[in-house]
């Protein structure tokens, strides 16, 4: 199975991206879902390899400039929200790879 690279951004990488990245990191590997996880500040974004980005909502305009895949999150401790999100992304590549 193909594992896509996510990048949990921040606007200074201190802990709010932090923060994310552990409930993330948690969402994935309680659901085995086919992601690898890093994290970093807003500026390290557009050369990242990540195949999409995790973020809070007040960072989604400036990560969907770059030009890839943005999830926002509203409470991010919630991860019922962070899976369904999640979940909803790569069930746009599965349809996307099939188009």
Avoid: H, W
């Amino acid at each position: 199975m193909e594992k896509y690279r996510v990048l949990v951004v921040c606007g200074t990488g201190m802990g709010s991206s932090m923060i994310l990245k552990v409930m993330v990191d948690r969402v994935v590997s309680d659901n085995q879902l086919p992601i690898i996880v890093d994290s970093d500040v807003v500026a390290g974004a557009k050369s990242s390899q990540a195949d999409f980005f995790v973020s809070g909502l007040d960072l989604v305009p400036t990560l969907e400039k770059i030009g890839r895949p943005v999830v926002g999150i509203k409470n991010m401790i919630d991860r019922k929200e962070i899976l369904e999100k999640l979940q909803e992304q790569l069930a746009k590549f599965k349809r996307d790879a099939t188009n």
